[in-house]
């Protein structure tokens, strides 16, 4: 049974940074892309970053470029998120993701691309 359980979340004045960490469990034998979404109050949970099973291919939302960064350790099974220059607007709760990839530099961006996700960690950034 595959889980992930993320961390790391917080409350962070704005200009600070956080760092998200998602523990992946249960996923052997597979390649598998992974991927942070995040959902506001009143809002559809959209993405923010995804990186292939290899770490060659990275992906960012335009509001986070430059700003947020997406890594992996394959040995450890975790993926972090550095988020860098935070805004208020980045306030959310914010998801990893785990989605079936058949080549390793492959990437999802799309929800429905995903099949496992974490309970989510919540980051508020105060103005």
């Known amino acids: 049974q595959v889980q992930l359980v993320e961390s790391g979340g917080g409350l962070v004045q704005a200009g600070g940074s956080l760092r998200l960490s998602c523990a992946a469990s249960?996923?052997?034998?597979?390649?598998?892309?992974m991927g942070w979404f995040r959902q506001a109050p009143g809002k559809e949970r959209e993405f923010v970053a995804a990186?292939?099973?290899?770490?060659?291919?990275?992906l960012y939302a335009n509001s986070v470029k430059g700003r947020f960064t997406i890594s992996r350790d394959n040995a450890k099974n975790t993926v972090d998120l550095q988020m860098n220059s935070l805004k208020p607007e980045d306030t959310a709760v914010y998801y990893c993701?785990?989605?079936?990839?058949?080549?390793?530099?492959?990437?999802?961006?799309?929800?429905?691309?995903?099949?496992?996700w974490g309970q989510g960690t919540q980051v508020t950034v105060s103005s």
């Open positions: 990186i292939s099973w290899s770490g060659a291919s990275t």
């Open positions: 993701a785990s989605a079936d990839t058949r080549r390793v530099h492959d990437l999802r961006v799309r929800i429905s691309e995903y099949g496992y």
């Open positions: 249960g996923r052997t034998g597979s390649t598998y892309a």
